[in-house]
């Protein structure tokens, strides 16, 4: 027999849309117990290792239909794999009106309306300011070619102690060295230091209306196998008087749709509107003569570049394209960036899809590594994702570690495509300048597009008919039940968007713990910034 | 996948297309096999599929395949590349396990995802070696105390607000 628990508030995931409320929530005095799917991991664990085992214990490689998508899969969410670039959307996002033709984005929501929760989550992570000579080689060899082909190119603000980072390049992996910061080191510390509790290898399976008098929602989960989380070893069920839902954007429509005839239905827009943040990734391949004879750099004697593996992930960008005079689906940033090696299969050798990704001329790329360069362009794409029917249990189903399956269909839209067109033509005109190097997208024909942003699948807006969320975050239809994640973001941001995911999760709490009070729990919002 | 040299003189599995080491010198077979991988158990089945596949495609392409070896492993080198790269194409059945399979042969040669990375390197694995991996320091930690031109390279764009953020 099984015994139903009982908590103020039940949050689900622990990356940047679950590790908030619970801080704010367990300050404010509620108590709060967190369910994360993956394993609780730390400094430590995180390794310099590409073996299977190592990184795939904390990153799922989702692949839908037309699309792959990168999420981390640990407490502290993506939080502890993400690339740490902080940034703050361009204000013309919140203006959005997409193929639908009406804003997105509600009505109170504009850069301005959020710059305040912007600036409590860059004094908590913190987030710090690159100067130029912390740019690691690959955005130094970047913003040189912008230069030289007449645009402007920044550092881009990370969430980084730039005095403890040791420029390895593991991020992916979780960072041996706390340099990095995630959740791991500001809000889940906070939150269990007021008395939440963490429990990972907790995968959630349904929310369903609570059957005790003065709970609002009962929560199912699976226990998992810490070896093998295709394994289920255990199950329960906690009753909470709020839910907080931020299992990220692959999982919270997923467990949303499970659990609707339970609830009575859920909005249509739940599992809708999927963005992959319109991510557009391509390789130069650079001449590294040209480096020297077009640009002047070299950073060492007789070596140019030959820097790809060197640094922080994310150095620099070009803000020349995020112009809101022009038109929708054409405005985007380009971003120098480095993916460890298990991406290497996506670039492309030649100009033949169907091949340009293996074979002869490919292996000859490869002995070329050291001196690729990619930038990732974040379009204005078109919410075309869609989910499918869920799958019997969790999010997706995992065939094997690390590799999950999703019923997540992307077509890109003329839109959308057309958006990746203005990129790729953008990335050519900086980088193949005079021959500086040759560019060209990852591969779709091996995994579809392939995005490291998931959002939108569960969005707030002011149109019940085209967004599952009030503008506060709740479910239309279902009081305290607040989804704080991804999922929640209207559109494609343009620029990275663990920042943006934050700062919506920090200005729902207010109404969040409100709601949590309304039904007897003795919270108050506003605690600090958590140090 | 990524194609290399024959292993030994008669190697017939291994076209010998490219010079060097390729997928299977740098581990792949290992890395299928891995236990941490939960997959070895099915590669029979699918190596069963990808001759059954390699049938059909000799036989819509007259191509006479010598019945002393499996079918996939007869084609010759620029059938079986033109026979993967209908068999990854979008639309095609059972695309999803030869992007595995893909997958995990680039896997095995670009990560030297079989072995921890730092004895890899010690091993001298011939995918980290011939994509230039950099070695780690004596504590098997990578650390790059030199890693900045130093230098201001570009201007920022004028409308950058505070923070260094997009406007």
């Known amino acids: ?359 002869v001329r490919k292996k000859e790329l490869r002995a070329r590594w050291p001196s690729w360069l990619s930038v990732l362009a974040m379009t204005e794409d078109d919410n075309e994702g869609v989910f499918g029917p869920p799958p019997p249990t969790g999010s997706s189903t995992r065939v094997a570690t690390s590799l999950c399956l999703s019923t997540l269909s992307y077509r890109p839209t003329a839109n959308t495509l057309r958006g990746w067109a203005a990129a790729d033509a953008e990335a050519r005109a900086v980088l193949e300048r005079d021959g500086l190097a040759r560019v060209r997208p990852w591969s779709e024909n091996a995994a579809g597009s392939v995005s490291a942003h998931p959002l939108a699948s569960c969005r707030m807006g002011d149109d019940p008919a085209t967004s599952a969320l009030d503008e506060r975050g709740e479910l239309r239809g279902h009081p305290g039940l607040f989804v704080t994640d991804g999922s929640a973001v209207p559109t494609s941001l343009c620029v990275n968007p663990s920042l943006t995911i934050a700062a919506l999760a920090e200005r729902a709490c207010p109404g969040i713990v409100e709601s949590t009070a309304e039904e007897g729990v003795r919270a108050r919002y506003g605690a600090p910034v958590p140090r | 996948m990524v194609p290399g040299e024959k292993r030994y003189g008669g190697d017939m599995a291994v076209a010998g297309a490219a010079p060097g080491p390729g997928a299977v010198q740098a581990g792949a077979v290992e890395l299928l096999n891995l236990p941490d991988l939960g997959i070895g158990v099915l590669l029979p089945e699918l190596a069963l599929l990808v001759n059954t596949r390699a049938l059909a495609y000799a036989a819509t392409h007259g191509r006479v395949l010598p019945p002393t070896q499996p079918p996939f492993v007869a084609l010759r080198f620029t059938d079986r590349t033109a026979l993967a790269g209908e068999l990854l194409t979008p639309g095609a059945p059972d695309r999803q396990l030869y992007v595995l399979l893909a997958l995990f042969a680039a896997a095995a040669f670009d990560t030297a995802a079989h072995l921890h990375t730092a004895v890899a390197i010690r091993q001298r694995h011939p995918g980290l070696v011939w994509i230039g991996f950099p070695a780690p320091g004596a504590d098997g930690l990578w650390r790059f105390p030199d890693y900045s031109y130093g230098r201001r390279l570009a201007s920022e764009h004028p409308l950058t607000t505070v923070g260094g953020h997009p406007a």
């Open chain 1, 1 to 359: 027999m099984s015994v139903t628990e009982r908590t103020d508030v039940l949050v689900i995931g622990s990356g940047f849309g679950g590790a908030i409320p619970a801080y704010h929530l367990a300050a404010g005095g509620a108590e709060v117990v967190i369910l994360e799917r993956g394993p609780h991991l730390t400094a430590p664990d995180f390794t310099h290792d590409l073996r299977l085992g190592g990184y795939t214990r904390i990153v799922d490689l989702v692949q839908g239909d037309g699309i792959t998508v990168v999420a981390g899969n640990c407490v502290g969410g993506s939080s502890v794999v993400y690339f740490a670039a902080s940034l703050r959307a361009p204000g013309f996002v919140f203006d959005r009106r997409g193929s639908l033709g009406h804003r997105l984005w509600p009505s109170t929501l504009t850069r301005a309306a959020l710059d305040p929760w912007y600036d409590r989550v860059e004094e908590a992570l913190p987030v710090a300011e690159q100067s130029w000579d912390q740019v690691p080689y690959p955005g130094g060899l970047f913003a040189a070619a912008c230069d030289r082909a007449g645009r402007t190119c920044n550092p881009v603000p990370v969430a980084v102690d730039l005095a403890r980072c040791t420029n390895c390049n593991w991020m992916l992996n979780g960072c041996h060295f706390d340099a990095k910061r995630s959740m791991l080191l500001n809000y889940l510390p906070a939150a269990t230091a007021h008395g939440a509790e963490i429990r990972p290898l907790h995968e959630v399976q349904t929310i369903a209306p609570a059957t005790t008098p003065g709970y609002r929602y009962r929560v199912s989960y699976t226990r998992l196998d810490a070896g093998d989380y295709r394994l289920p070893v255990g199950a329960g069920a906690i009753e909470a008087k709020t839910v907080v839902l931020a299992a990220g954007a692959l999982a919270t429509p997923v467990l949303l749709q499970r659990s609707a005839p339970l609830l009575g239905g859920v909005p249509q827009a739940v599992g809708r509107y999927f963005s992959g943040n319109g991510d557009r990734v391509s390789i130069a391949d650079v001449d590294e003569g040209k480096v020297r004879d077009l640009l002047g750099l070299e950073r060492a004697p007789g070596i140019p570049y030959q820097g790809f593996p060197i640094g922080k992930p994310i150095g620099s960008m070009s803000y020349d394209r995020l112009d809101p005079a022009t038109a929708e689906f054409t405005r985007f940033s380009l971003q120098q960036i480095y993916f460890p090696g298990i991406t290497d299969l996506l670039a492309q050798a030649t100009d033949a899809p169907a091949t340009s990704w293996f074979g």
